[in-house]
Protein backbone atom coordinates (compact mmCIF):
# COMPACT_ATOMS: atom_id res chain seq x y z
CA UNK A 1 0.00 0.00 0.00
CA UNK A 2 0.97 3.25 -0.60
CA UNK A 3 1.52 6.49 1.54
CA UNK A 4 -1.48 6.78 3.87
CA UNK A 5 -0.57 9.43 6.20
CA UNK A 6 1.60 12.92 5.40
CA UNK A 7 3.26 15.19 7.94
CA UNK A 8 4.02 18.39 7.52
CA UNK A 9 6.15 21.20 9.45
CA UNK A 10 4.77 24.74 9.23
CA UNK A 11 7.70 27.66 9.16
CA UNK A 12 10.33 27.41 5.90
CA UNK A 13 7.66 24.33 5.17
CA UNK A 14 4.57 24.65 4.06
CA UNK A 15 4.68 28.72 5.13
CA UNK A 16 7.29 31.28 4.00
CA UNK A 17 7.63 34.66 4.31
CA UNK A 18 4.01 35.61 4.37
CA UNK A 19 3.55 33.61 6.67
CA UNK A 20 0.79 31.69 5.00
CA UNK A 21 0.53 28.17 3.20
CA UNK A 22 1.19 29.10 -0.41
CA UNK A 23 -2.09 28.54 -2.76
CA UNK A 24 0.10 25.91 -4.95
CA UNK A 25 0.67 23.95 -1.29
CA UNK A 26 -2.89 23.87 -0.47
CA UNK A 27 -3.93 22.71 -3.70
CA UNK A 28 -1.45 19.48 -3.67
CA UNK A 29 -2.50 19.10 -0.15
CA UNK A 30 -6.25 19.27 -1.28
CA UNK A 31 -5.63 16.60 -4.27
CA UNK A 32 -3.50 14.66 -1.74
CA UNK A 33 -6.66 14.42 0.90
CA UNK A 34 -8.54 13.82 -2.15
CA UNK A 35 -7.02 10.25 -2.75
CA UNK A 36 -7.86 9.28 0.83
CA UNK A 37 -4.15 10.34 2.59
CA UNK A 38 -4.30 12.08 5.78
CA UNK A 39 -2.22 15.11 6.39
CA UNK A 40 -1.47 16.89 9.29
CA UNK A 41 0.91 19.13 11.04
CA UNK A 42 3.99 18.78 13.31
CA UNK A 43 5.45 22.69 14.27
CA UNK A 44 7.54 23.96 17.11
CA UNK A 45 4.96 26.53 17.62
CA UNK A 46 2.40 26.62 20.10
CA UNK A 47 -0.81 24.75 19.69
CA UNK A 48 -3.09 27.94 19.32
CA UNK A 49 -0.75 28.93 16.97
CA UNK A 50 -0.61 26.39 14.67
CA UNK A 51 -4.66 26.11 14.09
CA UNK A 52 -4.98 28.64 11.89
CA UNK A 53 -2.57 26.72 9.18
CA UNK A 54 -4.15 23.45 9.82
CA UNK A 55 -7.47 25.56 8.68
CA UNK A 56 -5.96 26.51 5.53
CA UNK A 57 -4.63 22.81 4.61
CA UNK A 58 -8.28 21.64 5.57
CA UNK A 59 -6.80 18.91 7.47
CA UNK A 60 -8.97 16.92 9.98
CA UNK A 61 -6.18 15.73 12.11
CA UNK A 62 -4.53 15.85 15.25
CA UNK A 63 -1.67 18.76 15.46
CA UNK A 64 1.70 18.21 16.33
CA UNK A 65 2.72 21.13 18.22
CA UNK A 66 5.51 22.15 20.95
CA UNK A 67 8.15 19.96 18.72
CA UNK A 68 6.22 17.16 19.74
CA UNK A 69 5.27 17.43 23.29
CA UNK A 70 1.87 18.52 23.12
CA UNK A 71 -0.60 16.24 20.56
CA UNK A 72 -3.99 17.46 20.32
CA UNK A 73 -7.18 16.47 18.31
CA UNK A 74 -9.33 20.10 17.67
CA UNK A 75 -12.15 18.23 16.09
CA UNK A 76 -12.43 17.01 19.63
CA UNK A 77 -10.68 19.45 21.98
CA UNK A 78 -9.07 15.88 23.41
CA UNK A 79 -5.40 16.65 24.19
CA UNK A 80 -4.62 13.02 22.88
CA UNK A 81 -0.65 13.72 24.89
CA UNK A 82 1.55 15.56 26.36
CA UNK A 83 4.91 15.21 27.81
CA UNK A 84 6.20 18.35 29.82
CA UNK A 85 9.95 19.10 30.77
CA UNK A 86 10.58 17.86 34.21
CA UNK A 87 10.97 21.20 36.60
CA UNK A 88 14.13 20.76 37.78
CA UNK A 89 15.24 20.47 34.11
CA UNK A 90 13.31 23.89 34.30
CA UNK A 91 15.13 25.41 36.84
CA UNK A 92 18.44 24.56 36.30
CA UNK A 93 18.02 26.44 32.45
CA UNK A 94 16.60 29.26 34.16
CA UNK A 95 19.78 29.41 36.23
CA UNK A 96 21.75 28.88 33.56
CA UNK A 97 20.21 31.44 31.37
CA UNK A 98 21.00 34.21 34.26
CA UNK A 99 24.45 33.47 34.57
CA UNK A 100 26.59 36.54 33.13
CA UNK A 101 27.83 35.43 30.02
CA UNK A 102 24.23 34.79 28.76
CA UNK A 103 22.11 36.82 30.36
CA UNK A 104 22.32 39.66 28.43
CA UNK A 105 22.07 37.97 25.28
CA UNK A 106 18.89 35.91 25.84
CA UNK A 107 15.26 36.47 25.73
CA UNK A 108 13.67 33.29 27.92
CA UNK A 109 10.17 31.66 26.94
CA UNK A 110 8.19 29.24 28.93
CA UNK A 111 5.01 27.65 28.11
CA UNK A 112 2.08 26.61 30.30
CA UNK A 113 -1.59 25.67 29.39
CA UNK A 114 -0.89 26.62 25.87
CA UNK A 115 0.34 30.02 27.05
CA UNK A 116 3.28 31.96 26.67
CA UNK A 117 5.09 33.54 29.91
CA UNK A 118 8.20 36.01 29.48
CA UNK A 119 10.23 37.80 31.96
CA UNK A 120 9.41 40.67 30.37
CA UNK A 121 8.15 41.93 27.15
CA UNK A 122 11.64 42.78 24.39
CA UNK A 123 11.34 43.56 21.24
CA UNK A 124 12.98 40.01 20.54
CA UNK A 125 9.52 38.62 21.85
CA UNK A 126 7.04 41.33 20.36
CA UNK A 127 8.83 39.98 16.63
CA UNK A 128 8.00 36.17 17.98
CA UNK A 129 4.49 37.08 18.94
CA UNK A 130 3.72 38.93 15.82
CA UNK A 131 4.37 36.46 13.68
CA UNK A 132 2.75 33.60 16.11
CA UNK A 133 -0.27 35.76 16.61
CA UNK A 134 -0.38 35.36 20.21
CA UNK A 135 -0.15 37.27 23.92
CA UNK A 136 2.62 36.36 25.93
CA UNK A 137 2.18 37.10 29.21
CA UNK A 138 4.88 39.15 31.77
CA UNK A 139 5.57 37.55 35.34
CA UNK A 140 8.71 39.13 35.98
CA UNK A 141 10.27 36.02 38.01
CA UNK A 142 9.26 32.68 35.42
CA UNK A 143 10.25 30.72 38.53
CA UNK A 144 7.35 31.48 39.70
CA UNK A 145 5.84 29.16 37.35
CA UNK A 146 7.87 25.91 38.42
CA UNK A 147 4.49 24.66 40.56
CA UNK A 148 3.21 23.71 37.27
CA UNK A 149 3.54 21.59 34.16
CA UNK A 150 5.98 23.24 31.66
CA UNK A 151 5.52 22.42 27.63
CA UNK A 152 8.92 23.89 26.36
CA UNK A 153 11.49 26.53 27.16
CA UNK A 154 12.89 28.23 24.18
CA UNK A 155 15.55 30.81 24.48
CA UNK A 156 15.95 33.63 21.47
CA UNK A 157 18.91 35.01 21.06
CA UNK A 158 19.73 36.95 17.87
CA UNK A 159 23.50 36.40 18.08
CA UNK A 160 24.09 33.07 16.21
CA UNK A 161 27.15 32.27 17.36
CA UNK A 162 26.79 32.66 20.99
CA UNK A 163 23.79 30.63 20.52
CA UNK A 164 25.88 27.60 18.86
CA UNK A 165 28.02 28.35 21.86
CA UNK A 166 24.83 27.88 24.41
CA UNK A 167 23.41 24.86 22.58
CA UNK A 168 26.72 23.19 22.87
CA UNK A 169 27.59 23.39 26.35
CA UNK A 170 23.65 22.52 27.16
CA UNK A 171 24.35 19.63 25.02
CA UNK A 172 27.63 18.75 26.52
CA UNK A 173 25.67 19.12 30.17
CA UNK A 174 22.68 17.10 29.30
CA UNK A 175 22.36 13.52 28.00
CA UNK A 176 19.13 12.62 25.52
CA UNK A 177 17.77 10.69 28.22
CA UNK A 178 17.70 13.84 30.38
CA UNK A 179 16.53 16.48 27.47
CA UNK A 180 15.77 17.45 24.17
CA UNK A 181 17.60 19.83 22.56
CA UNK A 182 16.69 21.44 19.15
CA UNK A 183 16.49 24.42 16.93
CA UNK A 184 13.96 25.33 14.64
CA UNK A 185 15.65 28.75 13.17
CA UNK A 186 18.95 29.87 14.03
CA UNK A 187 17.77 32.17 16.99
CA UNK A 188 15.91 29.82 18.67
CA UNK A 189 17.42 26.99 21.02
CA UNK A 190 14.36 24.89 22.20
CA UNK A 191 14.18 22.37 25.25
CA UNK A 192 11.16 19.40 25.94
CA UNK A 193 10.75 16.61 28.03
CA UNK A 194 13.26 14.19 26.58
CA UNK A 195 11.00 11.93 25.28
CA UNK A 196 9.44 15.08 23.44
CA UNK A 197 10.11 15.27 19.42
CA UNK A 198 8.78 15.34 16.21
CA UNK A 199 10.27 11.98 15.66
CA UNK A 200 8.28 10.32 18.81
CA UNK A 201 5.40 12.23 18.27
CA UNK A 202 5.10 10.60 14.81
CA UNK A 203 5.53 7.71 15.66
CA UNK A 204 2.52 8.25 17.96
CA UNK A 205 0.27 9.30 15.98
CA UNK A 206 1.07 6.76 12.82
CA UNK A 207 1.59 3.50 15.15
CA UNK A 208 -0.60 4.29 18.41
CA UNK A 209 -3.37 6.82 16.89
CA UNK A 210 -3.94 5.45 13.72
CA UNK A 211 -2.44 2.24 13.37
CA UNK A 212 -0.41 2.71 10.58
CA UNK A 213 3.04 1.38 9.68
CA UNK A 214 5.87 3.80 9.40
CA UNK A 215 6.62 2.94 5.91
CA UNK A 216 3.58 4.21 4.92
CA UNK A 217 4.52 7.96 6.02
CA UNK A 218 5.63 10.71 4.50
CA UNK A 219 7.13 13.61 6.30
CA UNK A 220 8.22 16.76 5.17
CA UNK A 221 10.95 19.71 7.35
CA UNK A 222 12.84 22.04 6.80
CA UNK A 223 15.34 22.21 10.15
CA UNK A 224 16.84 20.43 12.95
CA UNK A 225 13.41 19.99 14.96
CA UNK A 226 13.10 17.93 11.96
CA UNK A 227 15.35 15.45 11.84
CA UNK A 228 13.98 12.65 13.64
CA UNK A 229 10.81 13.05 12.31
CA UNK A 230 12.34 12.78 9.02
CA UNK A 231 14.35 9.78 9.92
CA UNK A 232 11.67 7.88 11.14
CA UNK A 233 8.81 8.53 7.99
CA UNK A 234 9.13 5.86 5.35
CA UNK A 235 9.89 8.85 3.00
CA UNK A 236 11.15 12.07 4.82
CA UNK A 237 11.80 14.62 2.62
CA UNK A 238 14.24 17.76 3.58
CA UNK A 239 13.38 21.27 2.29
CA UNK A 240 16.24 22.90 -0.03
CA UNK A 241 17.71 25.26 2.55
CA UNK A 242 17.43 22.40 5.40
CA UNK A 243 20.95 22.19 7.03
CA UNK A 244 23.29 20.11 5.53
CA UNK A 245 22.84 17.61 8.15
CA UNK A 246 19.02 17.42 7.74
CA UNK A 247 19.43 16.67 3.59
CA UNK A 248 22.04 14.24 4.69
CA UNK A 249 19.26 11.57 6.26
CA UNK A 250 16.81 12.92 4.00
CA UNK A 251 15.21 10.39 1.08
CA UNK A 252 14.66 13.41 -1.10
CA UNK A 253 15.52 17.34 -0.97
CA UNK A 254 12.81 19.12 -2.01
CA UNK A 255 13.21 23.01 -3.02
CA UNK A 256 13.01 25.57 -0.77
CA UNK A 257 9.60 27.11 0.64
CA UNK A 258 9.14 30.31 -1.84
CA UNK A 259 9.73 27.70 -4.60
CA UNK A 260 6.70 25.59 -3.28
CA UNK A 261 9.23 22.76 -2.18
CA UNK A 262 6.13 20.61 -0.64
CA UNK A 263 4.02 20.62 -3.69
CA UNK A 264 6.72 19.47 -6.09
CA UNK A 265 7.07 16.45 -2.96
CA UNK A 266 4.02 15.78 -3.02
CA UNK A 267 3.68 15.45 -6.57
CA UNK A 268 6.46 13.29 -7.07
CA UNK A 269 6.08 10.89 -4.08
CA UNK A 270 1.89 10.87 -4.10
CA UNK A 271 0.28 12.55 -7.29
CA UNK A 272 2.43 11.10 -10.05
Not at 236 to 249: C, E, N
Request: proline content about 6%.
Amino acid sequence: MGIQLVVLDIDGTIAGVSNRVRPAVCAAIAAVQARGVKVAIATGRMYCSALKFRSQINSREPMITYNGAWIGNPETGERLAHWPVPPERIAELLDLAAEPQWRSHLDVHVYHDDQLYVGEITAQTEEYVSRSTIRPQAVGDLRTLLDRPLTKLLMLCPDVARLQQLKAHTQSRYQPRELYITQSSPTFLEFTHPEASKGQALRYLAATHYGIPLDQVLAIGDNYNDFDMIEAAGIGIAMGDAPPAVQAIATWVAPNVEADGVAVALERFILA
